[in-house]
């Protein structure tokens, strides 16, 4: 009842046409739909005919919904439009056929049938008193109170009379595989077997007790089951074969009277397999698959092979065939089920822990002890196995190790055991790592100090070794250096130097699994493509164990449960080629792991067999995997609902225009699985569809006024998105100046205006050519005037430029004669003191007398002038200006544009560090350092202590679901959020408010 259940004694259940489940209580009916329960009574459903159900149908055809029967016997249609009331009908005469519910009326015992399309439809008035369901003939049979027994099939009409027998009143009928049939009478037990005619009476057995209800029976490969056979024993389940009637045992019966019946014992799953209940076990085509220890009342199974049972007192419980198996913790098995070592030996499994190595057999679940000692590796060698723990001994026959004398270390821990494609063995150990080649000696030296705990060998010669806490070692496989060729650590891109696995794919690249960093990839070359830790979205910052399963899905083990990815997508992400995480599927306590927390730490913590199991070691035992079992999930379609919250919207889904805000929750029936269930979203017009991951809440602000469609469709993690999507229809209302009609009157007004410009316009156009024509010609009259007085301006400056000419050739011929007796003395005499200063002079006369002839004859103008001086600014250089890098880191603080950018992110859970970073225009490293310097805590610390004081400032400010608040500040879920407040404020966030309500009142 926790969990949303109105009653714990739920008397039937059902599955829809849509896979919703259906539990009929003595308080309403339920519906579940993987996520959440709704519960239909008398008070949120008026029509209701009362509260206390006692079956619940699949209803027939494509009308969707239930079929009900109240206690009274009372039968009734719930669906989406609400409950319809159809007829009366005794209890355990009622029975799903062809697309019909067949039931048989109380008081007149007519036989009915009600589908959606025709209704109810009455067949033969004889007094029916028997029905039931042939589904290995197909066929209903029906019995009545003079003994006739009938059947229909779906091409039938009416009721065809299958044969009469001289008895009483017939209370239950059951058929077998070979067209075997039971009748039950109210005092006898009719077995029919078939011949040439027919059916011939094969035993006929007397009842010690009038039967006074009608009886469920079924075929099993025991005999006839009776659900609720009346003896001296009581009410309950009894076996009969041939003249034999057998009570089967049901516990917690208080007296002889006391009802112990299964309500339904036999169920058809949706691939046709046959399950029976006889009350405490149920079976499957003969098999038992589950024994219980209470009486199971009613059970069914839905399309992902899950098995829900009602019991009295217990609500219901969810049996499922789980992709996950636990061995080894019950008694007798593993002395201690704390193991660390896992490894294939032929057919078995080696465990090893602490204490001791086992020994187990997958086909027969045997386990077999072979040593009582502590085990970390196991290595298969010449005479036996080598054992690996506190030093190494040579396992010979179970129970008597052989220590190794030679052994360098011999009291150290020893890791790992390897031998390479040359035969050599090697030893990781706290001692560093040694080697022996062959079967000679080891070695005595290390060949490296580090310890060494896993190991890998690739096709280019390299061997590869992870050790804790100096990175990864790279030897090559010819022997011939002591030192490693390279040291792959932090420096070279490795997020972490602890490491605790290794995995070689198939291109050449190898996955690093590390102790508290993720998950990294090297290239072929053993260069590191990229890194990927829990910031990212992975599931765990541990990576144990990683094995790759036929499908190509990577499985990681784990400190917090085991997981899985495809390996195409992980590698795309960590090469840089995509930029969307890749979807990792988590399985934890829900899908049959005893504890989540996974060991490892030594060189084989995990393997796989030839059957294409997954074995891992486990706080609680040896885990085993099946990962067909987990596609089976992934096979399933969804079925998308949506919920509107908002309290203002009206019946027709209208938003009023002051309320413009949509609220939807988001719902995938989804009985398997629920909380690997991914949504996204798009609205009418867009071509991007946006993704919300797991969250089940939108939250829509400021719509734009008009009629919208939003489209959201749903899947499980790693499966392609479905193209049909679940479609919601709203309307957003218009404020006064959104309206459209005041957008066709401002539009039609502006065209007005628009044709009165083009009519001004046009005037205007028509007097400014008039005008133009007229300075036209103007400008001719002008310009022939000008080419005029150009004639003549020409003519004088011909004139006067031959003019200055003529003098200059003149001044200069007798400057020369004047001058030329001075210029060529070269004595200096008192007289002529100042000779140099004349002839200088002398000098630049004569060139200046020379430019001016130069100048007259160029005939060059101003207009030359005018462009060289144009031509020589442009050609200097511009000036520029030095775009500064300064943000204004003066004038604003770090923090604030850190709060700044995660509050404008507050509602996207994937902001993260590196965003945050290139937001702010910094690396993530300067980001680290400069937060650390003024806060002393992280990037990531920070970005979850704002969102958090954003949640309790709207957790005090505001009545909003904690849910809701959860995801609107960017946490991935309710649970999260609740552990860091809880963490923060002492107490849950319901608890907090709670106490702030009490405090203010």
């Known amino acids: 009842m926790d969990e949303g259940l109105p009653a714990e004694n739920v008397s039937g259940l059902a599955l829809d046409r849509s896979n919703q489940l259906w539990l009929a209580t003595y308080d309403g009916l339920v519906r579940y739909q993987g996520f959440d329960f709704q519960h239909f009574n008398r008070a949120n459903t008026p029509e209701l005919a009362g509260n206390r159900f006692a079956r619940v149908f699949s209803a027939p055809g494509d009308v969707g919904g239930v079929m009900v029967q109240l206690e009274d016997g009372r039968i009734g249609h719930l669906g989406e439009n609400g409950y319809q009331v159809l007829s009366a009908a005794d209890l355990d005469r009622a029975v799903p056929f062809n697309d019909k519910l067949w039931f048989i009326c109380s008081g007149r015992r007519l036989l009915r049938s009600w589908d959606p399309d025709s209704g109810i439809s009455t067949y033969d008035a004889a007094p029916f008193s028997a029905i039931a369901t042939d589904h290995y003939g197909e066929r209903l049979l029906i019995g009545t109170a003079d003994g006739r027994v009938f059947e229909l099939t779906d091409a039938d009409d009416q009721p065809r009379l299958l044969l009469h027998i001289d008895s009483d009143r017939l209370v239950g009928l059951a058929s077998g595989p070979e067209a075997e049939l039971l009748v039950v009478a109210a005092q006898s037990l009719l077995q029919f077997g078939p011949s040439d005619g027919g059916l011939t009476l094969v035993h006929r057995l007397d009842l010690d007790q009038l039967q006074p209800r009608p009886i469920r029976a079924a075929w099993t490969e025991r005999g006839w089951l009776l659900a609720n056979l009346f003896s001296s024993t009581g009410f309950g389940p009894h076996m009969v074969s041939g003249s034999l009637v057998t009570p089967l045992p049901v516990p917690h019966a208080t007296s002889p009277t006391a009802d112990r019946s299964p309500v339904r014992i036999e169920w058809i799953d949706s691939v046709g397999r046959r399950w029976i209940n006889d009350g ?141 494609l040359e035969g050599v063995v090697w030893a990781g150990t706290d001692a560093g790592l040694f080697r022996r080649a062959g079967d000679s000696s080891w070695q005595q030296q290390a060949v490296h100090s580090a310890t060494v705990r896993t190991a890998l060998e690739d096709d280019a010669g390299r ?118 995480t890749p979807d990792f599927y988590r399985l934890g306590q829900r899908h049959g792991l005893t504890s989540i927390e996974g060991n490892g730490g030594v060189y084989r913590a995990g393997a796989r067999t030839a059957d294409g199991r997954i074995w891992f070691p486990n706080q609680m035992g040896l885990v085993s995997i099946r990962p067909l079992v987990g596609r089976s999930v992934e096979q399933q379609s969804l079925a998308t609902q949506l919920r509107v919250l908002n309290p203002a919207a009206d019946e027709s889904l209208h938003l009023s225009r002051h309320a413009r805000h949509l609220e939807v929750e988001l719902t995938a029936i989804a009985l398997a699985e629920p909380e690997n269930v991914q949504f996204r979203y798009r609205f009418s017009g867009e071509e991007a569809w946006n993704e919300v991951g797991h969250r089940r809440n939108l939250n829509f602000r400021d719509l734009k006024p008009g009629r919208h469609t939003l489209e959201v469709s749903s899947r499980y993690v790693n499966t392609p998105w479905p193209d049909a999507a679940q479609t919601l229809s709203f309307s957003a209302g218009y404020r006064l100046h959104e309206h459209p009609l005041l957008h066709g009157f401002g539009a039609f007004a502006g065209l007005l205006l628009m044709f ?233 966030p319901r608890q907090w408010r709670q106490q702030l309500a009490e405090q203010g009142s």
């Not at 190790?401 to 890791?415: A, K, M, S, Y």
């Not at 602890?498 to 996955?511: A, T």
């Not at 993720?518 to 910031?535: A, H, P, Y």
């Not at 010609?777 to 022939?784: K, N, V």
């Open 280 to 420: 405490l076990n149920l079976w499957r085509d003969g098999l038992l698959k589950y024994r219980a220890e209470e009486r199971i009342v009613d059970f069914v199974v839905d399309p992902f092979d899950q098995i829900w049972l009602a019991q009295p007192r217990s609500g219901v419980r969810l049996l499922k065939q789980t992709a996950i198996e636990m061995h080894g913790a019950s008694p007798g098995e593993l002395a201690d089920p704390n193991i660390t070592f896992v490894s294939t030996l032929d057919d078995a499994i080696l465990v090893g822990s602490w204490v001791e190595l086992a020994q187990f057999e997958p086909a027969t679940g045997r386990w077999t002890r072979l040593l009582d000692r502590a085990i970390r590796d196991v290595l298969p060698d010449s005479t036996g196995l080598l054992i690996a723990g506190h030093g190494l001994c040579l396992l010979e026959q179970p129970g008597s190790c052989r220590p190794i004398d030679d052994f360098p270390v011999p009291t150290d821990e020893v890791l790992l055991l390897h031998r390479d």
């Open 463 to 580: 061997l590869i070794f992870g050790t804790n806490g100096h990175g990864l070692l790279v030897y090559r496989r010819d022997h011939g250096s002591t030192s490693p060729d390279r040291v792959i650590g932090l420096e070279q891109g490795l997020s972490s130097e602890f490491v605790r696995s290794l995995l070689h794919l198939d291109d050449g690249s190898v996955l690093v699994g590390t102790e508290d960093a993720g998950i990294c990839l090297l290239d072929s070359g053993l260069n590191v493509d990229g890194c990927i830790s829990q910031t990212a979205g992975l599931p765990h910052h541990s990576a144990h164990y990683l094995i790759l399963d036929d499908d190509n899905r990577l499985w990681v083990n784990t400190n917090g449960g085991i997981y899985w990815v495809d390996v195409d997508a992980l590698q795309a992400f960590l090469r840089g080629s995509v930029s969307i």
């Open 756 to 988: 009165a410009f083009w009519r001004v316009g046009q005037l205007r156009e028509r007097r400014l050519e008039e005008e133009i024509q007229d300075r036209s010609r103007r400008l001719t009259i002008a310009t022939e005037q000008v080419s005029s007085l150009s004639d003549a301006f020409r003519k004088v400056d011909i004139q006067h430029r031959t003019a200055l000419q003529a003098v200059s050739r003149e001044l200069k011929s007798a400057l020369s004669a004047a001058m030329e007796p001075l210029m060529q003395q070269t004595k200096r005499t008192k007289k002529l003191r100042n000779l140099d200063v004349v002839q200088a002079r002398t000098r630049t006369l004569e060139a200046m007398l020379e430019q001016v002839g130069t100048f007259t004859d160029s005939g060059q103008g101003s207009e030359e002038v005018a462009d060289n001086a144009a031509l020589t600014q442009s050609e200097q250089p511009e000036a520029r200006i030095a775009q500064g890098d300064d943000r204004g880191s003066d004038e604003v603080s770090l923090l604030a544009q850190i709060r700044l950018e995660v509050l404008l992110h507050l509602a996207d859970p994937d902001f993260s560090v590196d965003r945050l970073a290139h937001r702010l225009g910094m690396s993530r490293s300067v980001l680290y350092r400069q937060i650390k310097e003024f806060t002393q805590s992280s990037p990531a610390e920070l970005i979850r202590e704002i969102r958090l004081e954003e949640a309790i400032n709207q957790l005090r400010e505001t009545d909003h679901q904690v849910s809701c608040i959860a995801y609107a500040t960017g946490f991935r879920s309710v649970s999260a959020f609740s552990r860091v407040f809880n963490r923060k404020m002492g107490m849950s």
